[in-house]
């Protein structure tokens, strides 16, 4: 199905045959919604266990992404009625004719009824779709450890004080080199988020209108494999913050607009944490496809986040951080809510070879500096990589040659190095 334009319209059978698709991908087949035609209306019927009034909230967020201007008549807390308006807010003609849920709550009977005179949109149908997906999970309010919810959406929730119990600690010596990047990341992220306070009260005492002086958004910026992602989980350790990890890549799922669902309950999801760092990776998929202006989905998703980005500003102890190694693709509108960047160049000489000391403790000094020498150009993670490379190299040789295990020489370094710059 084209999936760009918001406004098309969907015959009847193709639109019942694609949300019968949908459905039954989540929903046993004797309890898929009714979808009907009765004179020129089309009619859906879908019995559901309970309405609570969370339920109505939920389903009034679904149907807000993909249908503008909606109105709520609330009869009574067990008939509850969301009707779309017309495009002209005030023009009231034929306005029934317009896609109408009733949400229906009444003794034995739980159900909604959706009804619209004419097709349906593209927008609409996934409206419907949606808000069947929801009705159908047992009970989603059962489920509020804010982990599961977040995992179940692509989200990994790193907890420093769990990753310590299984023996892993990070802290700023494991990226070597980059003190100004350090320094950067201690002033405008670590001691914000550690003494909120204090920032707070500087805060008062300059300002002529209070405003915030802590940064909310911070964009770590840099080629790839300059540690970003690394930096980030170190920041979690360091202020024993949970880390929400989110690849944007992965929650852009595949139909249009339920990515945007998704994102925004990301950030509900997260915002179940008294306090949080929320790390969104790989932050340029959004600037995917911008060569004919922004398609819908990405404006919408877009307009999602940079909702929810300012929605998070009353948290003291929350803080975003975004990656990219596209800054010049990102949406103006997104740049503009990092209030600060802070920008990984690629490690100069020195910096490699302490990279390279990192990874191979046993080699001399001397050593280092030569092999640093010749790795320009490459990254912390091209010259990690460069190093397994020798170790699984010569771990191979060892066990061929039935030798006792030792640490790779410095000329199995060299060996390997001049077989990569050969041509
Ligand atoms: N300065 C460094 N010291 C030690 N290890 C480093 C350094 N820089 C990068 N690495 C290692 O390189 C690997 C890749 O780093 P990381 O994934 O953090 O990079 P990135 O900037 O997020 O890359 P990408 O843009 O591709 O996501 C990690 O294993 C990391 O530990
Ligand atoms: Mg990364």
């Not at 349906?120 to 309010?141: H, M, R, W």
Request: proline share 4%; aromatic share 8%; net charge neutral.
């Amino acid at each position: 199905m084209e999936e760009k334009n918001k406004s098309s319209i969907i015959d009847f059978v193709t639109a019942k045959e694609y949300l019968i698709k949908e459905l039954s991908k989540e929903i046993e087949q004797d309890k898929l919604p009714k979808f009907y035609p009765e004179k020129n209306e089309i009619k859906i019927e879908f019995e559901v266990e309970a309405i609570s009034p969370e339920d109505i909230i939920q389903s009034i967020q679904i149907l807000k992404t993909y249908i503008e201007n909606l109105r709520i008549h609330s009869i009574d807390s067990n008939f509850f009625v969301i009707q779309a308006m017309n495009e002209n807010l005030f023009e009231m003609k034929s306005i029934l004719d317009n896609i109408k849920f009733r949400f229906i709550s009444m003794g034995n009977q739980k159900k909604i009824d959706i009804s619209k005179k004419g097709d349906l949109q593209t927008g609409e149908l996934y409206a419907v779709i949606l808000l069947c997906k929801y009705f159908s999970k047992t009970d989603p309010k059962k489920n509020l450890n804010p982990k599961d919810i977040l995992q179940k959406l692509g989200v990994t929730v790193f907890l420093p004080e769990e990753e310590r119990l299984k023996g892993n600690n990070l802290g700023f010596e494991n990226i070597a080199g980059y003190e100004s990047v350090k320094q950067e990341i201690r002033e405008s992220i670590i001691m914000p988020l550690k003494n909120p306070e204090a920032f707070d009260e500087v805060s008062k005492l300059t300002r002529k209108f209070p405003s915030l002086n802590r940064p909310r958004a911070v964009l770590f910026e840099g080629d790839p494999g300059v540690g970003k992602t690394s930096m980030a989980k170190i920041v979690s350790f360091l202020c024993d913050l949970p880390l929400i990890y989110v690849p944007i890549e992965s929650i852009l799922s595949k139909y249009y607009g339920e990515s945007s669902q998704n994102l925004a309950q990301v950030f509900d999801a997260a915002a179940l944490y008294p306090s949080a760092l929320i790390f969104l990776d790989e932050i340029d998929s959004l600037a995917g496809s911008r060569e004919e202006g922004i398609i819908e989905a990405t404006r919408k998703l877009l307009s999602v986040l940079l909702r929810k980005l300012d929605g998070f500003e009353g948290k003291p102890r929350t803080m975003t951080i975004g990656a990219t190694n596209r800054k010049q693709d990102l949406d103006k509108a997104l740049l503009s809510r990092f209030d600060r960047s802070i920008y990984f160049p690629l490690p100069n000489t020195t910096e490699r070879a302490a990279i390279i000391q990192t990874y191979s403790i046993q080699l001399e000094q001397k050593e280092v500096h030569e092999l640093s020498k010749s790795l320009e150009g490459f990254s912390g993670r091209n010259i990690k990589d460069f190093c397994d490379r020798v170790e699984r190299k010569w771990a191979s040789e060892l066990i061929e040659k039935k030798l006792n295990i030792t640490a790779p020489t410095f000329e199995k370094y060299k060996e390997v190095l001049e077989f990569l710059q050969k041509p």
